[in-house]
């Protein structure tokens, strides 16, 4: 095998650092084994799947035009499939292979696997426990191949790393991420078209859209042969009223498009790229009106004990770094110390979607005013948001009218400085308020954010009443 078995995807823009490295390493075998099979990973595997045809399940693996007539000559039967080599031409009546494929996905189909040099797709296949037959140069070797050995010797002859920083990791370790990026690529499999994500944006969000078989597929009208078995991604905010009424038409089903939840250091509306984003296919998490991905998972879903565990490091690790949505400001005089209760408020921008779909109609000045008259007693800072601030979005309280209610406005200290120095935040539907929470804080809100209503808050926005006839009366089997 000229490449790694064992190697990162080539994601859109990709430079990430390597994932195997010289040295050597140590694993349980047997446990590394039934970890590539569990999570199919190994080769080529983002590649898209292919099918075999139907009575050509043996498949051919030649180096050569000599070693394909070496094949055929030991041929039991007609019937099989070439993977040709880069310069070999397709033999007549023979089903070929010229694209690029998914190893895992043909190794399944196999009824039995001969190659030649190129022993990608075999080692594969012995993993599966599938039959398999090597060629030298012009005939098969008599002795039969342990690939398994050889495959357990390779990985053990390297060391991996993280290709994101370079630190060390465990074979296993390696497996898991291999395994995700898998799970990743094959979730982007069923989107037809991506649309309004801004081309400075693609930088970052392309290799969280790719599937493994081209470009990303980025479209700003309605592409033919858009219908009811089609599902396309929208960043609705940004694509056209036009083309969304368009899409809807068509038929297709539309999944959101939104900014992850640790965006960037630096803002959107100055260009600066999300490093995540949320992809949902039943709505959209901060739209009370409607389900939504996160907010089944959280009603119906048992998350793995293994989430459980990381997502606790993961919240320790947010909190000691003081990483939130955008990871900016600089940390100026902490606010004075005082017996009196510190309270946060948090400005918003008031036409951004989470504002207007879950913001109860409340305004940022109004926001400041109800905080003060629920905490009289309290020393209240309003920070205002940065997009407001920027002057790119709407939400602008002035000074004087924000001065009214709160003791203090904050501008450069960083969000979560300012959370660890208060005991708790009012908020209307803020990501700061779910921040706030990993830090344990008090957390009032008062539109609906996807954190209330969980027990977790408390809420003074209006309940949503329709979702809950829906659950209550319409989520039952009728009694006979």
Not at 162 to 177: A, M
């Amino acid at each position: 095998m000229s490449e790694p078995f064992l190697r990162v995807p080539p994601f859109p823009g990709a430079r990430g650092l390597p994932l195997c490295r010289t040295g050597t390493s140590t694993f349980p075998a047997d446990e590394a084994l039934t970890a590539l099979v569990a999570h199919r990973v190994g080769g080529a595997f983002w590649a898209a799947p292919a099918d075999l045809r139907p009575g050509c399940e043996r498949v051919l693996v030649p180096d050569s035009a000599a070693q394909f007539a070496a094949m055929l000559q030991a041929l039991p039967e007609p019937g099989v499939t070439i993977v040709l080599p880069p310069g070999m031409r397709a033999p007549t009546g023979f089903a070929t292979l010229t694209k690029p494929f998914d190893p895992w996905h043909i190794a399944e189909q196999a009824s039995e696997v001969w190659a030649g040099s190129n022993r990608e797709l075999a080692t594969i296949a012995a993993l599966l426990g599938k039959p398999v037959r090597l060629f030298a140069a012009d005939r098969a070797r008599r002795e039969q191949p342990d690939l398994i050995g050889d495959l357990t010797s390779l990985l053990g002859s390297q060391s991996y790393a993280s290709p994101f920083d370079g630190t060390p990791w465990e074979l296993l370790q390696t497996i898991e991420q291999l395994g995700a990026w898998r799970r990743l690529i094959e979730s982007n499999r069923d989107l037809a078209a991506v649309y309004g994500v801004a081309q400075w944006k693609r930088v970052s969000v392309d290799p969280l859209l790719w599937d493994g078989t081209g470009p990303v597929r980025h479209a700003r009208r309605v592409l033919p042969g858009l219908d009811a078995e089609s599902r396309v991604l929208a960043w609705k905010s940004r694509t056209s009223p036009t083309t969304l009424a368009a899409l809807a038409a068509s038929g297709a089903a539309v999944a959101e498009l939104e900014d992850g939840f640790i965006r960037s250091v630096g803002l959107g509306a100055n260009c600066v790229p999300p490093l995540s984003v949320i992809a949902d296919r039943s709505g959209v998490y901060f739209d009370p009106n409607g389900p939504s991905d996160l907010e089944t998972m959280l009603e119906c879903d048992e998350l793995p004990a293994k989430w459980v565990e990381r997502a606790k490091d993961l919240r320790t690790t947010l909190v000691q770094a003081g990483i939130s949505k955008y990871g900016q400001g600089e940390v100026t005089t902490p606010i004075a110390t005082s017996k009196q209760r510190r309270v946060l408020v948090t400005g918003q921008v008031e036409d951004d979607r989470s504002v207007l779909s879950g913001g109860a109609n409340c305004t940022n000045l109004e926001l400041i005013a109800k905080t003060r008259a629920l905490e009289p007693d309290a020393w209240i800072v309003y920070k205002p948001h940065p997009d407001v601030e920027a002057g790119h979005r709407k939400g602008h309280v002035p000074d004087a009218e924000a001065l009214r209610h709160a003791n203090a406005i904050e501008r450069k200290v960083p969000i979560t400085t300012l959370i660890d120095q208060v005991d708790a935040l009012h908020v209307i539907t803020s990501l700061a308020g779910f921040e706030a929470l990993l830090r344990g804080k008090d957390v009032t809100t008062h539109g609906q954010p996807f954190y209330a209503s969980w027990g977790l808050t408390r809420d003074l926005g209006p309940k949503n009443r329709a979702a809950t006839v829906a659950a209550a009366l319409m989520n039952s089997s009728p009694q006979r």
